[in-house]
Structures are given as C-alpha cells and as structure tokens.
C-alpha cells in the first residue's frame, strides 16, 4: 500500500470478459496529478483490439439477451455487494488518479454499490405496451398488438476523467441490466478505476463476451468504436467538441451525448444568503469545478449582490488546497498542469475583458486557487466557454427578465439553480431557464442517481439517470398477431 492511497495497479486490457495484453504489446503509466507518483499501469488498445471486443460483444449480446432478467439481477447484486465491500479502495483509487479529495472520492465511490442495485431493478422492470388496435379505422377486433422493449446489442460506453467510478456505472450498469453487452472506453487519465469497477462485474459473474474495458488513445480507438455498424448504441460523456466528433462519424446507431456546460445559479432578492453563498461555495468547487453541473456562473440581482459576495467571499477563502489524502483537503489540483494553465489564462483573459479578480486565481503546478471573478458580462468568453476550473463568475442585474436573458445566453444548457425570488419568478425560472435540470433553493450542483439527468443546447441530447439510460439503452419492437 503506497502510503497516499491504493497500491499501483497493473492491468491488461478487458477483451469480452477475459484479461488480456494489447496486440501491440504497448504498456502506459498512469500518474497522479497531485505529484506525478506512478499509481499504475495499463495496456495501450488498438483497432485491432478494438474489432476483438466488438466480434466478442456480438456474442455476449446474443447470450446475454437470453439470460432472464432476474439471472442478470443476481448478478449484478454481487457486484453491488463487491463494490460495497471495496469502497474504500475504489476512493483511494479515485483520488490517486484524478486528484479529488479523499472525501470526495468516497462520496462518490459509495454510491457505486447503490448505483448497480438501481439499475438491477431498472433493467429488470423493462415493460412494454399493449396496443388499442381496434381504435384504427377499418380494424376489427381480430388482430391484438403490443411493444416488446429489447437490448439494443452492444453499448459502447465513453467516460471523461472528473467521476471515475460515477459516470462509469451510470452507463455499464444500466447497459448490463438491460441485457446489453458493454464496451467501455475509459477516460486516458483515470482508467484505473474503470479497472477496477471492470473486475468486480467480472467476478460477479457477467459472463464472457459481455464486457469489454479498453484503455488507449481517446481518437483512435474512439473513431474505430463509433463508426463500427456492429455497434447499435453510443453513451458518451465528455467535452462538447467530442461529442460533435462523434455525433458527425456515428451513422446509423443511437446516440446519447452529455456534453459540456456554463451553469448559472441565480440570486435574486429574497434568497437567503446563507445558504446561497455556502452552497455556492461547495458547487463551484467542488472536484476543483471539474463537474458538468459546476456553478460557473452567479447571476445576483444588484439589491443583494454586496451582502452576497460578503457572505462568499470568507467561505471561499476557507476552501483547503493540498495532498488529496490529507486531513482537511477541500482542493485538490486539476487533472494535469496543463489544465491549471488553461484555467489561469482564462481568468486573466476575463480580467483584461473588464472583470475583476475579488479573491484567489494563483496558480501552483496544477494547482489554482479558487477563485471569485465579479462584473463578469454574460457576452465575455468566461461566462461563454465552460471553464471546468474552480472559479466562479459573478455577473450582476437589475432585473428577473435580465437574469432568465442571463441564464439562456450561452450555448450550453445543462442546469441552472435559482435562489430567493417570488413564487411566480419560481415558476417563470423553471419554464423558462433552458436547461436539462433547474433546481429551486439550491445550486446545479446536485444529483439523485434515479433522476433524468442530460443537457439541452450544446449540452448534448439524451438522459441519463437509470432509468432514463435503461430506457435509451433497450428499442421498442412492435408485434401484430392477425387473426
Ligand atoms: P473529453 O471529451 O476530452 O474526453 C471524454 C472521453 O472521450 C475520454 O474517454 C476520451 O478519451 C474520449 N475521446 C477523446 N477523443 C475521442 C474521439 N475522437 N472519439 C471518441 N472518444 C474520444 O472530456 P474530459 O476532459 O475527459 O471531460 C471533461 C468534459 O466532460 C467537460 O466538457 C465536461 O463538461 C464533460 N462532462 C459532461 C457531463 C454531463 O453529464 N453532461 C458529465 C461529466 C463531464
């Protein structure tokens, strides 16, 4: 056991359920961002790997779609109870490669056993519909129809860095629940817990065929994997410019996109500032504002913005920057120090478009202090892009019209939060605001793994949460019987 976290791991590649080395013999380290330690190793995938998974995912999907429902529960009950069982290595694993808080990585790595538990039920309770068919025109009532919901075959599953463990099992779960067999491509930077999540529904018993894990370059096992016709359904998580690749090279075959975002939370007169300012100072910081659903954006009303940023600003500034393994640590660094760079020139590019540093924005290696940037206008290129660092920008208004125009002026949308208001800005916020998800009294930063949960605009098309996956991941047939 290295003395920060879990021992480094070595894996090969997941070929159809059985553990082997790439055809290219090639071998990469992964490091943690926090010191560059080496926390483990993986096998480097090629097409060639890549048309191996996919010839043995078509016969794990033909077997597994005739593995009865509550078979495929059972299993993934062991699994649930295995992941259970390894929480505390899974976090340990988490924050290693990706640098989040040990805290945080235990949050999230606790949730996986639940996660799979959720999506045994959902992918067991696959219900079809029966059809009026008499209520057509010229149709007796000799004919009697229905929808089966079937497994679309096999699931290529693509997953970023920033939730490991999350976002890996919001796609493999519901996909092996559902009857599908599973081709995951796990983030370059944080393969290792994919790894290890991989393990754990292999010594459950998922049987061969049905799940594949390859490690590799995002472009070319990504181009290989989407553009396959053997390959019905594609469930990607990432960055917008990807999900525009893929959408671009994917043919015929279903798409799920969770792309990029430039959340606003929306503080209006009423709020209380309390809770406000203290949930904007975890949901903007959180895994170093590395999350989809990050508050990127505040968007005050004058009348409250100073008693607002009073109430921030020390709360901010209390945010803890170190070993993610320490005691204490409430920031770790970003991903890479190349990230840390993009973050600290977009800050100071707000600066010089006319915003105003109020607290932090330093830069260490991969570190950068979290950061307030008030008189942020919503046109500026820091409220436009998603920034993905922990730093939040501040833009003020005088009225609710001009907050719901602020909310809406970027491309993206995939969560807002709104607080303080009266009721009928309430309603006005949640039919208005484009986005996927709007929380009333709280920030975008918060999920139930049950809820539909997926963007609109350049945030990308299609649900997640397990239901909503289970749903996308199974296509309806409809059957006549004529009498
Ligand atoms: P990324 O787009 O760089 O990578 C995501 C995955 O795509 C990785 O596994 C990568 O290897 C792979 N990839 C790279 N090129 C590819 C290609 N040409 N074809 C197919 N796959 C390819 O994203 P990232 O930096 O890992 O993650 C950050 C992004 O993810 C942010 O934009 C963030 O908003 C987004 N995200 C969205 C959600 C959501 O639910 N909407 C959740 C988490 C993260």
Not at 225 to 245: A, C, N, Q, W, Y
Request: hydrophobic share 40%; aromatic share 4%; with cysteine.
């Amino acid at each position: 056991m290295h003395e920060n976290g879990s021992q480094p791991r070595s894996y090969e590649l997941l070929i159809g359920g059985e553990w082997r080395e790439a055809s290219s013999g090639e071998r990469q380290g992964i490091h943690s961002p926090y010191d560059g330690r080496p926390v483990g190793e993986v096998a480097v995938a090629s097409a060639v790997d890549v048309d191996a998974a996919i010839t043995a995912g078509e016969r794990g999907a033909a077997a597994w779609r005739r593995t009865p429902a509550h078979e495929r529960v059972a299993i993934l009950h062991r699994a649930a109870d295995l992941a259970d069982q390894r929480a505390d290595e899974i976090a340990a694993t988490i924050s290693a490669e990706n640098g989040k808080p040990l805290t945080e990585a235990l949050g999230e790595a606790r949730r996986s056993g639940a996660i799979i538990r959720l999506s045994a039920h959902e992918g067991s309770q696959v219900y079809g519909d029966s059809l009026p068919l008499d209520a057509n025109p010229g149709t007796g009532q000799d004919k009697v129809g229905f929808t089966l919901r079937q497994p679309v075959g096999i699931v290529v599953a693509i997953t970023p860095f920033n939730y490991p463990a999350l976002l890996v099992l919001h796609k493999v779960g519901p996909a092996l629940a559902s009857g599908n067999a599973v081709i995951l491509k796990p983030a370059s930077a944080t393969p290792l817990t994919a790894l290890a999540l991989a393990r754990i529904f292999i010594e459950a018993g998922v049987p061969e065929g049905v799940l594949s894990v390859l490690t590799g370059p995002g472009g070319t096992l990504g181009d290989a994997l989407v553009s396959d016709p053997r390959v019905r359904k594609i469930s990607f998580t990432g960055s917008t410019g990807v999900g525009e690749r893929i959408a671009s090279i994917a043919g015929v075959k279903k798409l799920s996109l969770e792309l990029g975002a430039s959340s606003p939370t929306l503080i209006l007169p009423g709020a209380d500032i309390e809770k406000a300012s203290s949930a904007v100072a975890a949901g903007g910081y959180v895994n170093a504002g590395q999350v989809c659903i990050s508050v990127q954006r505040v968007i005050v009303h004058r009348d409250v913005e100073a008693d607002f940023l009073d109430a921030l600003r020390p709360k901010v500034e209390a945010i803890r920057m170190g070993d993610p393994f320490a005691d204490g640590t409430t920031l770790g660094p970003l991903i890479a120090e190349r990230e840390a760079r993009r973050v600290e020139s977009s800050i100071a590019r707000a600066i010089s478009d006319g915003s105003s540093l109020l607290s932090g924005g330093e830069r260490d290696g991969a570190f950068v202090s979290p950061a307030i940037v008030t008189g942020v206008d919503t046109r500026q290129a820091f409220a436009q892009e998603e920034l993905f660092g922990p730093a939040v920008a501040v833009t003020s208004v005088d009225s609710f019209d001009a907050a719901i125009d602020a909310a809406n002026g970027t491309p993206y949308g995939l969560a807002a939060g709104v607080f303080g208001g009266t009721l009928s800005e309430g309603v006005r916020a949640m039919r208005e605001i484009d986005a996927g998800s709007v929380h009333l009294g709280w920030t975008p930063l918060w999920r139930a793994d049950l809820m539909p949960y997926g963007g609109l605009k350049a945030s990308g098309y299609g649900k997640e949460g397990v239901r909503s996956a289970v749903e996308e991941m199974t296509e309806v047939k409809t059957v006549i019987m004529h009498g």
